[in-house]
T-cell receptor, first 120, second 114 residues
Framework: GAVVSQHPSWVICKSGTSVKIECRSL??????MFWYRQFPKQSLMLMATSNEGSKATYEQGVEKDKFLINHASLTLSTLTVTSAHPEDSSFYICSARERLAGGPGLDEQFFGPGTRLTVL | AQSVTQPDIHITVSEGASLELRCNYSYGATPYLFWYVQSPGQGLQLLLKYFSGDTLVQGIKGFEAEFKRSQSSFNLRKPSVHWSDAAEYFC????????????FGKGTRLHILP
């Protein structure tokens, strides 16, 4: 199956600094990537939908100026947590959707392994 | 609004026993349905999915799920669990619109007794 990677797998930073997380589709082109946040023992909460070459669409309650998303190519999306604070500590997961030719039902999201962010 | 309900937060079964994880959805039409598994500190792995056709879906690792339209359910089953199946399981739905997003249930944590 298709592979999605994330880098770094974990990061520890000081409060007030910015952290960039990369999400790459390794063997397919992803016109759409999704960024999720997962708190301990919780489900995945969609933060934003990122389409290549256009601005990301953020879910209600997600601060777009704090969580900057860039989807500059069909294989790379980045999430930058700006001026991170301890409450931003979480597990961030990206997914990439492979847009295949054909009718509905052929698109599938492939998930990255996640990035554990700890803000001190 | 569409939603996914996994009524069991935790389930404990003995190794070798059968398993059923429940999932109910609320949606105006039949959506796409998924089951994902997440091991601690890991991303999600797709176990199986239902788009159309046969309502009994076979997945990886010996899992299967049955779509029951009348009950708006998509329960996950495995006839005999292994200790390595201990993980978090998420049911998810996506509307039959290729541009819309997946909605996840809150998850069921599966514990396996030796």
């Amino acid at each position: 199956g298709a592979v999605v990677s994330q880098h770094p797998s974990w990061v520890i930073c000081k409060s007030g600094t910015s952290v960039k997380i990369e999400c790459r589709s390794l063997d397919f082109q992803a016109t759409t990537m999704f960024w999720y946040r997962q708190f301990p023992k919780q489900s995945l909460m969609l933060m934003a939908t990122s389409n290549e070459g256009s601005k990301a669409t953020y879910e209600q309650g997600v601060e777009k100026d704090k969580f900057l998303i860039n989807h500059a190519s069909l294989t790379l999306s980045t999430l930058t947590v700006t001026s991170a604070h301890p409450e931003d500590s979480s597990f961030y997961i990206c997914s990439a959707r492979e847009r295949l030719a054909g009718g509905p039902g052929l698109d599938e999201q492939f998930f990255g392994p996640g990035t554990r962010l700890t803000v001190l | 609004a569409q939603s996914v309900t996994q009524p069991d937060i935790h389930i404990t079964v003995s190794e070798g026993a059968s398993l059923e994880l429940r999932c109910n959805y609320s949606y105006g039409a039949t959506p796409y349905l998924f089951w994902y598994v997440q091991s601690p500190g890991q991303g999600l792995q797709l176990l199986l999915k239902y788009f159309s056709g046969d309502t009994l879906v076979q997945g990886i690792k010996g899992f299967e799920a049955e779509f029951k339209r009348s009950q708006s359910s998509f329960n996950l089953r495995k006839p005999s669990v292994h200790w390595s199946d201990a993980a978090e399981y998420f049911c998810a739905v996506a509307p039959m619109n290729r541009d819309d997003k997946i909605i996840f249930g809150k998850g069921t944590r599966l514990h396996i007794l030796p």
